[in-house]
């Protein structure tokens, strides 16, 4: 088994903007946010992706998960026993074959209890095929009821024997503070069988405590589920606390990979991006 | 007494057409203007299974409800790609063509004409079920069954997924649910159950024609689910209470029946305006359309 969890060839991914210069004369012009990107992340590691705004890192997310196609290059994705290019499935295959994401704005179901945003996450869908839960009711409560346990398990690893999600299963999501809701997502992922956790800054906008919470967690999901986590994130702090390697994006090019304290010390790096 | 039953049966009508076009707009938030259509369907086939296939009740409900289903598939495919307003264009566009062809194949339907004389539907084969109490019991059961199936679809893991659609569904498809099959299957559920109306309506009228099944019909029973309300089964079961037994109550105030039915649009165009200011959710329902 190749080290390397997930290998990006040369992808590109161009959008058309439209210009209009000082003549009002109207041009369209193709720009790349994505230029001949190459990267390796390696396996049951913390690989930080960062770089400015606008440098393209929540575009090539979308691409690893589907929901943006490349113009060209190859993706290849190697878990336990297969190795495939995930370049055009659709994003709930890519889900189904172990990447998981989180997303920058949480994406959970406000209006959903707390508990069906865990069931929700399950890696296994029996039932949620109309007629199904119906025909093998006894199966379906059983297997609902395993699912309940699952997440109330995950509840407790996570947060602790008396956490307010478990207490607050029952109200809908949106009651959580904007910290716990955070945290949700996070424990969502521990509902799926993932081996590599896509995280788009997952510490911001929450405070300090939680910042530390959600740290513990992410190397949990490394240390005891043997999952890899490729974040991108904007806190140096935390990158220098819990990443392995390193990468950095400029211009939709990966232009340095390291260490983080490398990466961060990398000239470059300081003078485009750290502004030091 | 007569005229309740009659009431109670063309509730149930409703009932039927409500609660499965809640699946639809209150779960999976697919705003659809084509269901008259599906329940156009449902009425023609089952005009094709009484009078030409000659099959008893039960085979006629499957019957109907199967090919319903596999025509609403012929709008599920290319329509749900669209999103939003351009959903709610498709199933508009559809709508009309379904109430054009049947308005015009006058050698299949007989169109304007329509077609009278439909025969009862027969219990296991010999039993025939006409005479307004027979359908008062075979309406009510439908109806029941219809609401007893969603309850149970909305409060299974297929409904929590519906319900992850409405709410935001580019998380449900990061969670590895397939999203456009979902859609797929509430499109044709909807369909196939709403098919049921339209038989029962045909065989309980004896006689339909297309009028019956036009672009109106459609907003109505769109209107129905939205005063009652979605996202729940009492939402649209209110609503279908409600827009059946308005007329009546205006008819009992002592207008004229002329007047009765414009007033009656006029109540119902009042009802949603201020059902969408004050009450998104409609009267029971517990989904604020978006």
Known sequence: ?276 | MNYIFHIIIIINIYIILTVSTNLLVGMANLISLAQAAFYGFGAYLGVLALMILKLPMIPTIFFVMFFTALLSLIIAFPSLRLKGDYFILATLGFQLIVFTVLYNWISVTRGPYGIPGIPAPKLIGIIPVSGIIPFLVLSSILAGFVIFIFYKLVHSPFGRVLKGLRDDEIAVKSLGRNVTNYKILTFAISSAFIGIAGFIYASYVTYIDPTSFNLDEAIFILAAVLIGGTGNIKGPVVGAIFVVILPELLRFVGFPSSIAANLRQIVYGLALIILMRYRPQGIAGEYKLQ
């Not at chain 1, 959008?15 to 004369?25: A, H, T």
């Not at chain 1, 290059?73 to 026993?81: K, L, R, T, V």
């Not at chain 1, 945290?183 to 530390?212: C, K, S």
Request: with cysteine; net charge negative.
């Open chain 1, 1 to 276: 088994m190749n080290e390397d969890i997930l290998q990006i060839n040369s992808v590109k991914k161009s959008f058309v903007r439209n210009i209009i210069d000082v003549r009002g004369k109207e041009e369209n012009e193709r720009f790349f946010i994505i230029d001949d990107l190459d990267l390796q992340i390696p396996r049951e590691k913390i690989t930080a992706l960062i770089g400015g705004n606008g440098a393209g890192k929540t575009t090539l997310f979308n691409i690893i998960s589907g929901f943006m196609s490349p113009d060209s290059g190859d993706i290849i994705y190697q878990a336990e026993n297969k190795q495939m290019s995930i370049i055009g499935l659709l994003p709930y295959k890519i889900t189904r074959l172990g990447i998981g994401r989180m997303f920058q704005d949480d994406h959970i179901f406000h209006d959903m209890s707390v508990l069906d945003n865990m069931l929700l996450a399950d890696a296994d869908d029996f039932g949620e095929f109309p007629f199904i839960s119906i025909i093998y009711n006894r199966k379906n409560k059983i297997i609902e009821q395993e699912r309940i346990e699952k997440a109330n398990s995950i509840f407790k690893e996570l947060f602790g024997e008396d956490n307010p999600f478990w207490e607050k299963r029952d109200e809908p999501a949106k009651s959580l503070s904007y910290g716990q809701q955070r945290l949700l997502g996070l424990a969502r992922l521990f509902m799926g069988n993932y081996d590599l956790v896509l995280l788009d800054e997952p510490t911001a906008g929450v405070n300090p405590q939680i910042i530390n919470q959600i740290l513990i967690i992410i190397r949990s999901m490394v240390e005891e589920k043997d999952v890899t986590v490729f974040l991108i994130e904007h806190n140096m702090k935390v990158v220098l606390d819990l990443a392995d390697f390193c990468s950095f994006m400029s211009h939709g090019k990966i232009t340095a990979f390291g260490t983080p304290d490398d990466v961060i010390g990398n000239d470059e790096v300081r003078r485009t991006y750290l502004g030091v």
